[in-house]
């Protein structure tokens, strides 16, 4: 066996040469020795990812080299500070036009990965976990944003669920948007509504693919459909049979054992077997159906016997009045916590009053919210209150004086859009060191970045590097998640949480602790002509537009880093 040395894996792998042996034994030796991935990094050529940049402007055949080495490992490497800025400087001077602005933030970028950063990769899936990020300094400390995260046409809306199971580890929310595609229930009931108009109530154990607008396919289980005239015509087919409403009510069962069955409930269907020159025949009110051997024979209809929409609202408004309660009593032990420094729950305010009452015991009067603009609204449950925020005006204002080790931020919103680069969740007035940014980017990217160190304008460099994870799309919009970062500064460690479910992680690298002072959810007080905020104007204006466009009915900040399992089980008791 050949065996090389540290130099020669190297040198094969800044020349994309890497056996899958060669690979394997690189990955071996960085992951013991960080002066190996540190020279790794710097062999690593700004030519050579400059190279690949241009004929792949996004970057990602550079990526998946170094993904090689670093896939899946968490390591922090401490580097020579002047690095980056040789990089960046050689961009401007020789690459600059040829390459373009885009290729020139992600070749730093990936300089910046390898360097400083973690590089983390999550097989494609629903929510993947994404890296973190080093922009160069023409666009200041926040860096170029994203862009928007192209997502599946909606054939369907979840509208509401009771005690729903989903099978394979799934987890839809109410409000969530349907793709073509399965919809495997495990256990309870779920209304679906499709873009036509037909609501279907999908009763667990089931399967269901939803092939269209107007169109589904039910495997197993029980399905009731309504269908208002909008959506005349809606076919749900099930094994060997097709029915097509003609404005009606219909129930679909495909048991286990035996053949499917079709009860009408009001109005008329047509009913066909499979297959080509097949002659439909019409079904009406109170007849039902079963296909048997080839066969289609009459069965007594049982329209009890498929739940209604009004029976599932009632069992669902039941759910939600006691999920409520829960809820409660879970905020009331959380505003005791010791580590509690602001805890809205927007529960205890007139629909007139112009504040937000912090509810741990005994708060500092600085942090009571003070509402800007923002107006009262519904919250994710019927009866709960929660704040709108619209105008580029919006916003909630308080402040939380002192510095701490560690930080978590949770938030219950319904983003409604993201029109802004940069679309604030928390965000300071002022600078200091240990101020950071909490934001949701415009392509759905959480995202927090934090100032490490007090200099004259707050140059780049004096920044951390952002470390941002995927956590919504547009498919999301219009409906309640939770959002939830921690940060502990012992370890420089960040987590980004959706809906309770990490999503990603990344690290600090010089571990500053945080400062909280005048801060803002929804907005951004910072202005160009503040002495402390010179560093702004090296960035595009319209990036200083930073509203959130959407609502608000809790948000929580505690001076400690909760875990995993405390962050899921907050989402758990208080899920709408």
């Known amino acids: 066996m050949n065996f090389k040395s540290t130099d020669e894996l190297i040198a094969l792998a800044v020349e994309g040469r890497l056996s899958e042996h060669d690979a394997s034994a690189l990955t071996q030796v960085v992951r013991e020795d960080q002066s190996a ?117 909606a054939m369907a809306v979840l509208k509401r669920g009771l005690d729903a199971v989903w099978a394979n580890g799934a987890d839809y929310g109410t409000g969530e948007l349907l793709p073509a595609g399965w919809l495997r229930l495990q256990s309870g009931s779920v209304q679906v509504e499709f873009l036509r108009g037909a609501q279907v109530i999908l009763t667990g154990p089931a399967e269901m693919r939803i092939d269209g607008e107007n169109a589904a396919f039910l495997k197993s289980g029980k399905a009731s459909a309504e269908v208002p005239e909008a959506a005349h015509g809606f076919s749900l087919r099930a094994p060997g049979m097709e029915v097509v409403d003609l404005g009606t009510a219909f129930g679909l069962d495909v048991p286990t054992t035996g053949g499917p069955e079709v009860h009408v409930f009001t109005g008329e269907v047509t009913l066909a077997k499979e297959g080509p020159n097949q002659t439909p025949q019409r079904l009406q009110e109170r007849q039902a159906k079963r296909l048997e051997d080839g066969n289609f024979r009459d069965i007594p209809s049982r329209p009890e016997f498929f739940p209604g929409q009004r029976d599932l609202a009632q069992r669902e408004a039941i759910e939600a009045g006691e999920r409520r309660k829960a809820w409660g009593l879970a905020m009331a032990r959380l505003a005791q916590d010791p580590g509690a420094l602001v805890v809205f729950t927007c529960e205890d305010e007139a629909p007139w009053s112009r504040s937000v009452k912090n509810q741990i015991a005994n708060p500092n009067p600085q942090s009571q919210g003070a509402l800007v603009g923002v107006g009262w609204t519904a919250g994710r449950w019927p009866g709960k209150h929660g704040l709108e925020f619209r105008s580029q005006g919006d916003r909630l204002r308080f402040s939380v004086p002192g510095e701490y080790a560690a930080l978590t931020c949770m938030a219950s919103v319904r983003v409604d859009s993201l029109p802004n680069a940069y679309n604030s969740l928390l965000m300071p007035s002022r600078y200091d060191a240990g101020a950071f940014h909490w934001t949701l980017e415009r392509g759905g990217e959480l995202r927090l970045a934090s100032v490490n160190k007090a200099s004259k304008g707050y140059q780049h460099h004096s920044w951390e590097i952002p470390v941002s994870a995927s956590a919504i799309s547009d498919m999301d919009f219009g409906r309640w998640i939770s959002l939830a970062t921690t940060y502990d500064a012992s370890t420089g460690m960040v987590c980004h949480y959706r809906d309770g479910e990490m999503v990603g992680t990344g690290q600090f690298t010089r571990l500053p602790p945080v400062k909280l002072t005048a801060m803002e959810f929804g907005n951004w007080g910072a202005r160009r002509d503040q002495p402390e905020n010179q560093w702004m104007v090296k960035q595009p204006k319209e990036w200083d537009t930073r509203n959130f466009v959407g609502r608000l009915d809790e948000l929580v900040i505690l001076q400690r880093a909760l875990t995993a399992a405390e962050i899921s089980e907050h989402y758990q008791v208080g899920r709408p």
């Open 37 to 153: 991935l540190l020279q790794l990094t710097q062999q690593l050529s700004t030519h050579r990812l400059l190279q690949a940049l241009e004929a792949d402007p996004d970057g990602r055949a550079t990526a998946e080299e170094v993904s090689l080495v670093l896939e899946q490992e968490r390591l922090r490497v401490v580097t020579d500070v002047n690095f980056i800025p040789r990089v960046e400087t050689q961009l401007q001077r020789r690459w600059w036009l040829k390459v373009g602005v885009g290729a020139a933030a992600a070749a730093v970028a990936l300089f910046a990965l390898t360097a400083g950063g973690i590089w983390k990769y999550k097989a494609p899936g629903k929510r993947p976990a994404e890296v973190s990020e080093l922009e160069p300094a023409q666009f200041s400390a926040d860096g170029p944003p994203s862009l928007p995260r192209p997502t599946v046409p």
